[in-house]
């Protein structure tokens, strides 16, 4: 074992190399930014998940998270603004043996795709999505979006925002998501844990990852480096696994709570629904 190990740092490479596009790199994301760490836990969970790697599907939309479907060495699809779900759900009621895993961010899913998302989780696709969630839209330099709370300063909210931001876990509870949790990038198990049961959930399942971006949601709200946003998460997140959806609103004066908010039993997935739609057509011909 020791000497593998050995092996390994002399070889210089990195056991999950093989699982990256290596002429995508170098990536684009900022020092300090979490999608790194949070690609790399994904990655990992998918490894280690029942499903084999061939039979796995990563898509996105557009952003900075957007762009992680692109870098891993999968069936990987990095589609429009705001359309990774409706791309998700055609792969996955074709093709129901495929694990569909949706990563993006929290522009691109909810704000010009709200739509899409609140229907996958009302009609329970057989989907897992993963929302990065750094609370303004990063690769565009920096302006509110939709989960925006109110006093965060951006480009486009230089006195500090008024309004309320989605309370995300709440909004695809309400909607029917089978599996719901939150934690932040600090929480490196949590979150591996979190995609690992969402992986392993039929139905549509959530997480929502809080991420570190110094460079356009930091530097303009105190928090200008990714370890001090990391700080700020681990000085002011309260875990409380099962907490009431409605109550976990984030604003700059409570603290944040993450857990495991939603894991229900089972309704039947879209893909099901389908079926059984199809069988009763051809039943009746
Ligand atoms: Fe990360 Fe923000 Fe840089 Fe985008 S802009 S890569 S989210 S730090």
Request: include cysteine; aromatic fraction near 8%; charged fraction near 20%.
């Amino acid at each position: 074992m020791v000497e593998e190990k050995v092996k390994l740092q002399e070889s210089k490479e990195h056991p999950l190399d093989g699982f990256l596009r290596e002429g995508r790199i170098p990536h684009i994301f900022c020092p300090g930014c979490s999608l790194g760490s949070i690609t790399n836990i994904l990655l990992e969970a998918i490894l280690e998940s029942e499903y084999d790697p061939k039979d796995v599907a990563v898509v996105s939309g557009i952003g900075c998270t957007g762009r992680i479907a692109g870098y891993l060495n999968f069936d990987s699809f990095h589609t429009t603004h705001g359309r990774a779900i409706p791309f998700s759900i055609g792969l996955s009621v074709t093709d129901p043996n495929r694990k569909v895993i949706v990563i993006s961010g929290d522009g691109d899913l909810f704000a010009i795709g709200g739509n899409h998302i609140i229907h996958a989780a009302r009609r329970n696709a057989n989907l897992t999505v993963i929302c990065v969630n750094n609370f303004n839209y990063g690769m565009t330099g920096g302006q509110a979006g939709p989960t925006t709370y109110p006093g965060q300063v951006q480009t486009t909210t230089p006195y500090g925002s008024q309004e309320q931001p989605f309370n995300i876990p709440d909004l695809m509870a309400s909607c029917g998501a089978a599996y719901v949790a939150r934690w932040t990038a600090l929480d490196v198990r949590r979150v591996k844990e979190a995609f690992s049961e969402a992986i392993a959930k039929n139905g549509f399942s959530f997480v929502e990852v809080l991420g570190s971006c110094p460079t356009t949601f930091g530097r303009r709200n105190q928090l200008a480096e990714g370890k001090k946003i990391l700080e700020f998460f681990r000085e002011n997140t309260v875990l409380n696994h099962n907490a009431d959806t409605r109550d976990v609103s984030i604003s700059h004066d409570s603290p944040i709570i993450v857990g495991r908010f939603i894991d229900r039993d089972e309704r039947p997935t879209l893909t099901e629904n389908l079926l059984k739609i199809q069988r009763m057509s051809q039943a009746k011909k």
